[in-house]
């Protein structure tokens, strides 16, 4: 059983019943269902945006990619634009007997399982009744203030979380990983950013449609830094910058023209209005789709290493606890 303490007195848990209570305050983890879930939850500001989303047919739709197992999916993870993430982890992970946590998991991540216990926390209780099958612990609740004690992690990991933290709250959850990982423990992170690429550059002239589509559609992207700020972030609370690589640019994924721009922007210029609707033809089929993304995947590494870092519009960032 991993250690859970209370992160208000930072004392160890004590059993009642199905439940796991501090004995100086008042704090409570109750098991329901395999999942633990913190009687403080229902204060977070964002549970109620989050338990929205997964609701919705695009999360569901989410939940049920993560889901998805198959020889395919392994073969494309190696070789295709839209599976950098997974390559991302999955390269940079070492060993077998890790303990690792999953900020913010959703439905979680079967592959993390490769490389120890893993535990995951998260303010929505629906993708955690998919992620408890996958890990060794889930629990619904915040991430300010995580219930675990000082130094037991050798990872924390997260994935398109970051840019949904405003950026006064930032700096509390990166001391909160800091002071749970083990000296030497790293923490890797896929983090959405601003960008100075040719398409955020587009989409930024007409601000009520970048806030409309590139924050609020793709779930609440309420924390959007450039990627050097990002570091900088990361530096300031005493980690060391291990790796750090822009992700997406000038080339996206065939499918995001369409995701993005299939919208009011077509009507700013012809241009992008012919780029969707080759997105859309071209992303249609999934076998076509995968086929153009695993071409692009070369010709887009190329051009990464040609262009700033603030180009992407997105980092991959490895960070280690001194």
Avoid at 57 to 66: D, R, Y
Avoid at 212 to 233: A, C, S, T, W
Avoid at 244 to 258: E, M, N, R, T
Avoid at 266 to 292: D, G, T, Y
């Amino acid at each position: 059983m991993i250690k859970l303490v209370c992160p208000k007195c930072k004392i160890k848990l004590e059993q009642k019943g199905n439940d796991l209570v501090c004995l100086k305050c008042e704090f409570v983890l109750n098991k329901t269902e395999g999942v633990y879930k913190a009687n403080n939850v229902d204060e977070a500001n964002e549970k109620k945006f989050y338990d929205e989303l997964y609701n919705k047919e695009k999360g569901s739709n989410w939940i049920k990619g993560l889901e998805k197992e198959n020889i395919f999916k392994k073969i494309l993870e190696k070789i295709s634009l839209s599976y950098r993430r997974e390559r991302f982890f999955k390269n940079n992970i070492k060993g077998k007997n890790n303990l690792i946590l999953d900020l913010a998991c959703g439905a979680g991540r079967a592959y993390f399982r490769e490389y120890g216990e893993v535990v995951g926390i998260d303010l929505s209780l629906r993708p955690l009744e998919v992620a408890k099958e996958k890990y060794d612990l889930v629990i619904l609740g915040g991430v300010d203030k995580l219930p675990f004690p000082d130094g037991i992690f050798d990872y924390v990991v997260s994935s398109d979380f970051f840019g949904h933290v405003r950026n006064e709250e930032k700096n509390k959850i990166i001391k909160e990983i800091y002071r749970i990982l083990k000296p030497g423990g790293k923490t890797l992170h896929v983090i959405e950013t601003d960008s100075e690429n040719t398409w955020f550059k587009f989409a930024h002239k007409y601000p009520e449609l970048f806030q409309k589509y590139f924050i609020d559609q793709i779930g609440g992207h309420i924390g959007l830094e450039m990627p050097n700020k990002v570091i900088e972030r990361w530096r300031e609370n005493n980690f060391e910058i291990v790796k750090a690589v822009k992700i997406w640019g000038l080339i996206w994924p065939i499918q995001d023209y369409k995701n993005m721009f299939d919208n009011e922007y077509q009507k700013k210029s012809f241009f992008i209005k012919a780029l969707v609707l080759k997105s859309k033809i071209l992303s249609k089929l999934r076998p076509v789709r995968e086929m153009i993304n695993t071409f692009l995947n070369p010709i887009n590494s190329l051009v990464e290493f040609l262009t700033d870092l603030n180009h992407g519009q997105g980092i991959m960032l490895i960070c280690q606890k001194k």
